[in-house]
């Protein structure tokens, strides 16, 4: 169809538990596919595709910490979570001939690059997919803050937060049967109402920055796609 992108380029920010469904741990070929292919559909509309992709399908280090690990190792566990995430999905997508490329914030040569922001630059500009793996390489963060932290390194306009609700609501839908999608909000209104979207470390960046949010459900076929060209009935917008 006739589809036409609002963004040249755009960072896509995937939780670890979206690749694991409802299966509790690990990552489901059959959602990796899907992924893959709902990536593909505004790369081939000519949009440059980031992806960073969460670890929680695998390991989180608040978890580890609770139970008496050192956070900060268990923190290094969770962002090489994201990295074994990461070769999945881009291993996924070269499957169906898209050129990727896996950069991560804890140097691992063997495996992938390192995170060289003017080489991702480059990888994006020439059409190839750049996934950030080992979120932002520091403890205490998260892959959400990492997202929002390439987003603006690499000048994206907007970052996808695919999750498992098709947005933000006033309260729990899982809890409450009355909560209500809110369509627009703005960065103050997510930190002062608390709402779980992102953390609040996340949150800060992109208003400090101006960094336009929207939040929907990765499991909408063609959501992605939708969000890209600027289609507002999907999700909820936060800018
Ligand atoms: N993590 C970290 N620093 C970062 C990003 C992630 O230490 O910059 C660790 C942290 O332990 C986190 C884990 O990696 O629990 C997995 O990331 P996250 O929980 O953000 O994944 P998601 O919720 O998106 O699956």
């Given at each position: 169809d006739t589809l036409e992108p609002r963004?040249?380029?755009i960072l896509l920010k995937l939780s670890g538990e979206a690749l694991m469904g409802d299966?509790?741990?690990?990552?489901?070929?059959d959602i990796l596919q899907y992924v893959a292919e709902e990536i593909r559909s505004i790369h081939d509309?000519?949009?440059?595709v980031a992806v960073v992709v969460g670890g929680g399908n695998i390991f989180r280090g608040i978890a580890a910490s609770?139970?008496?690990?050192?956070r900060a190792s268990a923190d290094h566990m969770g962002m090489l979570a994201t990295?074994?995430?990461s070769l999945a999905l881009q291993g996924t997508l070269e499957g169906k001939g898209l050129q990727t490329r896996v950069q991560s914030a804890i140097s691992m040569h063997e495996v992938c690059e390192p995170f060289i922001l003017r080489r991702a630059v480059r990888h994006l500009e020439k059409g190839r997919i750049v996934i950030f793996a080992a979120g932002t390489g520091s403890p205490y963060f998260t892959t959400d803050t990492a997202a929002v932290l390439r987003a603006q390194e690499?000048?994206?306009e907007i970052l996808l937060k695919?999750?498992?609700?098709?947005?933000?609501?006033?309260?729990?839908?899982e809890k409450n049967k009355d909560a209500k999608l809110i369509k627009k909000l703005t960065y103050m209104q997510?930190?002062?109402?608390?709402l779980q979207v992102m953390d609040m470390t996340a949150i800060s960046l992109a208003m400090d920055n101006g960094l336009p949010l929207s939040v929907f459900d990765l499991l909408g076929k063609g959501n992605i796609a939708r969000v890209v060209c600027g289609d507002e009935s999907i999700g909820t917008l936060i800018r």
């Open positions: 963004y040249k380029r299966q509790g741990f690990g990552i489901r070929p509309l000519g949009v440059e609770s139970y008496g690990m050192d990295v074994i995430n690499i000048h994206a695919a999750t498992k609700v098709n947005g933000v609501y006033d309260s729990d839908p997510v930190l002062e109402r608390q």
